[in-house]
């Protein structure tokens, strides 16, 4: 039987931490970050800094394991070297069915969110039927790209990540001196839109960035094509995760010399539309939106081939739905073709629901189920890393200190602390989604134990 083979090099394992994490959350949660923080851009970027941190604990913990294990999709491979087979099952069947397909359908919806916004004026075709319609689109384009050709997907995956950096960057310095000398950054440092409780209001803004900073653990799934993976993966996920810290705090701050934040407020789903129009001029800030829009299929691209790779992972354990047939890998494309058509029924399937929960009539009759699936199904990741960073503790033994005990321990706290501000910020909503998650990983029990190998 055919296996997927060394294809991907150092750049695209960056090009996956930082392709991944830039270019859609820090577009689509900047607005959101504001709002919560009452336009207090001071809170804003220190809500910037602390999920950054957090991410980075994770992230170097991660690399810790990357540069002793390598196998089939590092995550789960992780979860079974510390805690074992059945949590790396239990891991391997909720990215599959919940974590990856909601964070990819979420990214075919914000590429077609900001693509309506620069063709459509009207908030109902922003982010109505239209829209979703569109991330229909997308989503279909970006899966057959990878599984077409995961070379060309691969090279997608490096450019869209040199391009998504252009509007960063010069929103970045171009905006920050714009803003400097017209006085908008001097001005939205100084004045708070509207007050609020810094607590509540910090803790809504942290989750918020949990979506703005999530996909770096995507880098893993290609663990097992990545050459020279265990120094190469460690390598992309620190330095990867350094950059994307960056990049977001200097982008937050120029897009602050754009507009007030109380025009960035109330401009909703076209407030970073105004800001780059302000600064760069009509044609100008079009053009450069553009780039924002790419810079969202570029992120949409990299969770694909994490989304299409799901179920081949649990297929290689002879775990899973009809495991002969999901760990079948096409000679011609190298792509596990059943695992990578799962993925996308899942993403479909979320995204109906994320429809009928966020922008329909049908969402007030929800009731607790009306939650919100691009950011509660990223925290409960954060949720189930903790095991593996316990373990770390106890059988990391071959290692100093540092390595063993200390990054584990700081991983362990930003875990818990962006659980209890997701509690705080989602409240009712988090009964709701955690009742889904429950019948969806029971129902994935029935096909948890290992299958024998066909002779």
Known sequence: MATMTKKYGLMTAIAMVTGVVVGSGVFFKAEKILNATGGDLKLGILSWIAGGLIMLACAYAFSILANRIEKVNGLVDYAEALVGKKYAYFIGWFTSVIYYPCLTMALAWVTARYTCVLFFHDQADITGGLCMTLAGFYLILSFAINLLSPVIAGKVQVSTTVIKLIPLFLMAIVGTIYGLTKGYTVENFTTVVREVETGPALFTAICATAFAYDGWIVATTINAELKD??????????????????????????????ISN??????????????????????????????????????????????????????????????????????????????????????????????????????????????????????????????????????????????????????????????????????KFVIGYLIVFIILNAAGMFFSSEKKKAK
């Open 262 to 427: 109380a025009d960035m407020m109330a401009g909703g789903e076209t407030g970073a539309k105004l800001a780059f129009e302000a600064v760069f001029g009509k044609i100008g800030g079009t053009a450069v939106f553009v780039f924002v829009i790419i810079s969202c299929f570029g992120t949409l691209n990299g969770l694909t081939l994490a989304c299409s790779r799901g179920m081949y992972a649990l297929a290689c354990r002879n775990q899973g739905i009809k495991p002969q047939i999901f760990k079948q890998v096409d000679k011609a494309t190298n792509m596990a073709p059943s695992s990578a058509t799962f993925g996308i029924l899942m993403c479909i399937i979320w995204m109906v629901f994320f429809y009928c929960s966020q922008f329909s009539s049908f969402g007030s009759k929800l009731g607790i189920f009306a939650f919100d699936p691009t950011e509660l199904p990223i925290v409960t990741s954060y949720f189930l890393y903790i095991p593996i960073f316990v373990m770390m503790l106890f059988k990391l033994k071959d290692v100093n200190g540092f390595k063993r005990f200390i990054a584990p321990i700081i991983a362990i706290i930003g875990c818990i602390f962006m659980m209890v501000a997701t509690i705080y910020s989602h409240q």
């Open 229 to 258: 993976a265990k120094k190469n993966l460690p390598r992309a996920l620190v330095f990867g995760s350094l950059a994307v810290i960056i990049i977001y705090i200097l982008y937050y701050v120029g897009l602050a010399g754009g």
